[in-house]
């Protein structure tokens, strides 16, 4: 958890046709700093449970 906003971007996530028709979801999503000096990562992207995994 962290509320030192870094930045964001738009994700496009595409999934299986559904009667025939192309599916998108379009998310705006952020990107945070992390605050813990031990952290292996600098930063994270915020992530939408039950749609989007960290990648």
Known sequence: MSARVH???RR????LAIAGRRVVIDLAVRRFRCRASECGRRTFVEQVEGLTEPS
Not at 12 to 15: E, Q
């Open 7 to 9: 930045g964001g971007y």
């Open 12 to 15: 496009r996530l595409a999934d």
